[in-house]
């Protein structure tokens, strides 16, 4: 073993990269399936491949010479002496009850694989020892963690609790020795023991006493080391082998036994009741229907297989310990091409009767194939008088006459003589009208062979080129054209894309079903007419693709589609309301080809034509590869640390970052495999994503479940799916009793507040208050008695003057100037132009009532329409009845008043009143009468700015300045009021 191990470790190969077709095996089982070289994508540098197993997650592990290699249908993992391993060679790998790998390797090293670690056993040093430099063969752990170990030379020894040891010793010495296995928790422990009861007589004998069974088997002579296996295949019906020799032993008797040449490797019984038996140099014998009687079929021959192995998904596994590993779909597909022992056939149509099976190829060529008890015994071409200038794009058998299609319409026999040419028909497909009579879809028509007399008659002509036709019940013909679906009804035809654009694709094919038009199309999938709508199924319904090369109607509820992606199997539970279902089927199920070109039914067997290739099977036992597999949580991190992978986790207020990686593992299609997920508590919603992790990020305390299953082609593929059940807990601030301290705390900084605000808030009243009373005050100023007297002393003299016009407008303007003053005294702020308008009323009054003593002008160094500024009523009127009064009115002549506004940056509004009168201190020398008049106007402006300016947290300010000519003569007064800008 080891020499051809070196030999064989210089030979190295390519061990991961993609699957791909190696070699033909023998006929008697080339033409059932195909056989594969394993190539997945990563080097491994030896072939010797010894033991693999399946494990709970789906994952697939593998013992090699250069460590433990496990496989999810993607990526490969090694573990090595780096990983944990003792030794590198591992010989055998076992699962137990509690979900363990253990790993035993040819130096009689033993550890187990549990949650991402490896670890050595206790007793790994005392088993080496036991063993002396042997191997285990097998190693069985039962219910009570007791664990059997058969040595691959010496007696079994058992282990309890991982500290006592149990040695079954041997009482003497004999070649002719007897099998036992003990039966228990259905586990199978074999061991060669030297002594025979004496019920066991003759060469061969079983017997059966509290749960063991012992075989006696003659060996014909002794060899050193064992090989023997044992396999269930029913309730007191057993396969056994020990070395060379395999045995049946049924209701406690031996009912078969065959001898190879070389010692038995492996036996395995698959999900069909198939009996595998593994033989080193001879190959893998597989015996049909559980019968050993029957001829085998033999693959791997002159191989040295390990073992036969088949997964979840029912893929078989063949490794071996001098070519690596080899792979077989499910046998329910039987191959013709190449790679069984046929030639090499692309495939455009394919026609099938009960005796033959007629084809085209892509190379214009047509093929006869002899079919006996449903399988094909030989292909030769079919040859044509005329050979046609383009491939054959139909053919199609009516009763015993062959018709072809080509830019040429053959008639013949099966028997290869020609019947009819017609020429220059350059047709697409072939179908049989309601009358029986041959219709051919042409590219601007079609044609319809009537009678011998009659040969054909020409009629509908369509821009767009017909690649087939359907006439169904109701007299309605279906044209399927390169740019969609038209239908001729009454000599009427109807373009169906003007109202549905999914009818405006390639149609490749059109078929009945249950009274309803099926329509395949290239780009859109299948299309039902069901009434007057029609319905979609598209690859993201499960569909292997979306551009259709042929549908083949089983009965009126299945039908079968091929696509350039695979073959589907569409079951229709109810076609009115599209419940359905698909069922898909590639290479990775043993089709030799996913490119289906052609579908045909004779004798129960489907046919299809490939791009690789025939292919023939039973629909009603082909194998259902709906995949179903378990999803599980692969690491869980929280705040970007590794937590226990367990359910109910209790985590604290900050670790509220969690991060969820899971995984389901499908062997044949991991890649096309997604998730969908929710969070319930935080999002009732499932997401779907191509991730296998999810992150949630500062997740509020509280109750929450993670729920995620797996997906692919849009159907949950997992028996039920992962829940996690998480609390994220309150943080301290967030208990009882301080929530209710924070409580009486915001009780009291809430009663602060409230006891603060209704201070300010009386504050502000009693403010507002004095300012309405300095406002009434300032109103009461401007409306003041002299004014008003004065002004209706005026209206008199203009009336007793006989000056009516100008009373009128006196007392015109005097009413508006009153009318002005009242609704300004109601608002706190008034627009600027409201103000200039009172100032320019109150002017024009005093001017006439005075006989134009004095003139006055309003200037601006900014555009006032152009601005929306407001300031408060009232304000500088009380300046100008100053100015006037006792200013300008003493002057003899020459009086003027000049009122100002200017902006000062963006903020400040600037009034300026400036009088040439004769000055404060000539008017109060003057009119002392009217000081207290003045006096109190002033105090009573200066106490309203105060409110405001305390009131609205602004800053109005005014100031008197008095003019002078050489610091002696007085020559006026200048007020100067500043108002903050309100927009």
């Known amino acids: 073993m080891f020499k051809q191990k070196q030999n064989i470790i210089q030979t190295k190969s390519y061990f991961l990269t993609i699957i791909t077709f190696l070699f033909f095996v023998n006929s008697s089982f080339s033409q059932y399936s195909i056989l594969n070289k394993f190539k997945p994508n990563s080097k491994i540098s030896s072939l010797e491949i010894y033991d693999m197993l399946q494990d709970d997650k789906n994952y697939i592990w593998f013992a090699t010479n250069e460590g433990v290699y496990r496989y999810d249908g993607i990526d490969f993992k090694i573990f090595t002496i780096k990983e944990g391993l003792h030794s ?44 002396k430099n ?63 009861p004496d019920t066991l007589k003759g060469e061969e004998n079983v017997y059966s006493k509290n749960g063991k069974i012992f075989v006696k088997i003659k060996i014909d002579k002794f060899q050193s080391g064992i090989k023997r296996f044992f396999c269930k295949i029913d309730t007191g019906d057993y396969l056994i082998s020990d070395l060379n020799n395999l045995v049946r032993i049924k209701n406690n008797k031996i009912v078969s036994r065959i001898k190879y040449k070389n010692n038995i490797s492996g036996l395995f019984i698959d999900k069909k009741n198939n009996f595998w038996i593994s033989v080193m140099y001879e190959g893998i014998y597989m015996y049909t229907n559980k019968n050993l009687n029957n001829k085998p079929h033999n693959i791997l021959k002159g191989k040295i297989p390990a073992q036969v192995f088949q997964d979840n998904e029912g893929t078989y596994w063949f490794p071996t310990t001098d070519a690596g590993i080899f792979t077989m779909s499910y046998p329910q597909f039987t191959v013709y091409n190449k790679q069984t022992g046929f030639d090499n056939f692309n495939i455009v149509s394919i026609e099938t009767d009960n005796k033959n099976v007629f084809f085209s190829t892509i190379n214009k060529k047509i093929f006869k194939g002899d079919i006996d008890n449903r399988k094909i015994l030989k292909i030769k071409e079919f040859k044509i008088r005329e050979k046609p200038n383009y491939i054959v794009n139909d053919i199609l058998i009516k009763s015993n006459n062959l018709w072809i299609l080509s830019n040429k319409l053959f008639l013949y026999n099966k028997k290869g003589i020609q019947k009819k040419l017609i020429k220059n028909i350059y047709g697409n497909s072939l179908t049989i009208d309601l ?115 042929n549908i083949f109607v089983e009965n009126n509820s299945t039908i079968w589609v091929a696509t350039n992606s695979g073959l589907n199997k569409i079951v229709f539970n109810n076609i009115k309301q599209v419940d359905y279902s698909i069922t898909k089927y590639t290479v990775k199920d043993g089709l030799p080809s996913n490119e289906i070109k052609d579908i045909s039914k004779s004798n129960n067997r489907i046919w299809l034509g490939t791009a690789d290739g025939i292919v023939c099977f039973n629909p009603q036992k082909i194998y259902n590869n709906k995949i179903s597999t378990k999803i599980f949580i692969d690491s869980i991190l929280v705040n970007d640390s590794v937590y226990p992978n367990n359910n109910n986790l209790l985590l604290k207020s900050n670790q509220n ?60 593929i997992n028996n039920e799916p992962i829940i996690i059940n998480f609390v994220i807990k309150k943080h301290f601030t967030q208990t009882l009793f301080v929530i209710i301290l924070s409580y009486v705390i915001g009780a009291f900084i809430l009663f602060i507040i409230l006891f603060f605000a209704y201070k300010n808030l009386k504050n502000k009243i009693q403010l507002e208050k004095k300012l309405l009373l300095t406002k009434s005050l300032s109103l009461k100023a401007q409306m003041n008695p002299h004014f008003l007297y004065n002004s209706l002393n005026s209206i008199r003299f203009f009336l007793f003057s006989n000056k009516l016009e100008d009373a009128d407008l006196y007392l015109t303007s005097f009413a508006s100037l009153m009318r002005l003053v009242l609704e300004s005294s109601m608002k706190n702020l008034i627009f600027l132009t409201e103000e200039l308008n009172i100032i320019h009323t109150y002017l024009e009054l005093e001017k006439m009532r005075f006989l134009n003593k004095f003139d006055y002008q309003i200037n601006f160094n900014f555009s006032v329409s152009d601005y929306t500024i407001k300031i408060p009523p009232m304000i500088v009127q009380p300046f100008l009845e100053n100015a006037i009064w006792h200013g300008l009115m003493p002057k003899k002549d020459n009086a003027l008043l000049i009122i100002e506004f200017s902006l000062i940056g963006n903020n400040i509004l600037e009034c300026t009143i400036q009088d040439n009168g004769i000055g404060r201190k000539k008017s109060k020398e003057k009119q002392k009468l009217n000081k207290n008049h003045r006096s109190i106007a002033l105090k009573n402006i200066k106490e309203r700015i105060r409110l405001l300016n305390k009131l609205n947290n602004q800053k109005f300010e005014f100031k008197i300045k008095d003019l002078y000519y050489n610091h002696s003569v007085a020559i006026g007064t200048k007020v100067i009021i500043k108002f903050p800008i309100v927009l």
């Not at 007057?532 to 551009?547: D, M, V």
């Not at 929710?678 to 509280?702: E, W």
């Open 435 to 549: 009358d029986s009579s041959i219709i051919i879809a042409q590219n601007g028509g079609y044609t319809k062979l009537l009678t011998k007399n009659k040969v054909y008659e020409y009629n509908y002509k369509l821009k767009s080129k017909i690649k087939l036709i359907l006439h169904d019940k109701k007299d309605n013909i279906w044209l399927g054209t390169l740019s969609g679906l038209y239908k001729i009804t009454k000599d009427k035809i109807y373009d169906l894309k003007k109202n549905n654009k999914l009818l405006g694709n390639r149609i490749s094919d059109l078929k009945i079903l249950d009274n309803h038009l099926i329509i395949g199309t290239k780009g859109e999938g299948l299309l039902i007419k069901i009434d007057k709508l029609f319905y979609q199924i598209e690859s993201k319904h499960g569909l292997t693709s979306n551009f259709i090369n």
């Open 657 to 716: 970052n969690i991060m969820f990686y899971f995984k389901a593992i499908s062997l044949k299609h991991s890649n096309k495999i997604k998730y969908e997920y929710k969070l319930l508590g935080s999002d009732n919603k499932y997401i779907t994503t191509n991730n296998n992790y999810v992150k949630f990020n500062s997740l509020l305390p509280g109750k929450y479940s993670f729920i995620v299953n797996s997906i692919l082609d849009n159907e949950i």
């Open 88 to 131: 590198n060679a591992t010989i055998r790998l076992t699962k137990d009850r509690k979900n363990r790998i253990w790993f035993s390797a040819f130096s009689g090293d033993l550890c187990f694989y549990k949650n991402n670690n490896i670890y050595k056993h206790p007793l790994n040093d005392t088993i080496i020892s036991i063993l």
């Open 134 to 196: 042997n191997y285990i063969e097998h190693l069985y752990v039962d219910n009570q963690d007791t664990m059997w170990i058969m040595p691959s030379f010496g007696s079994m020894f058992k282990i309890y609790n991982n500290k006592e040891i149990i040695i079954e010793k041997q009482k003497q010495s004999n070649v002719n020795f007897t099998l036992f296995f003990i039966d228990k928790d259905d586990g199978y422990i074999w061991d060669k023991l030297n002594y025979r």
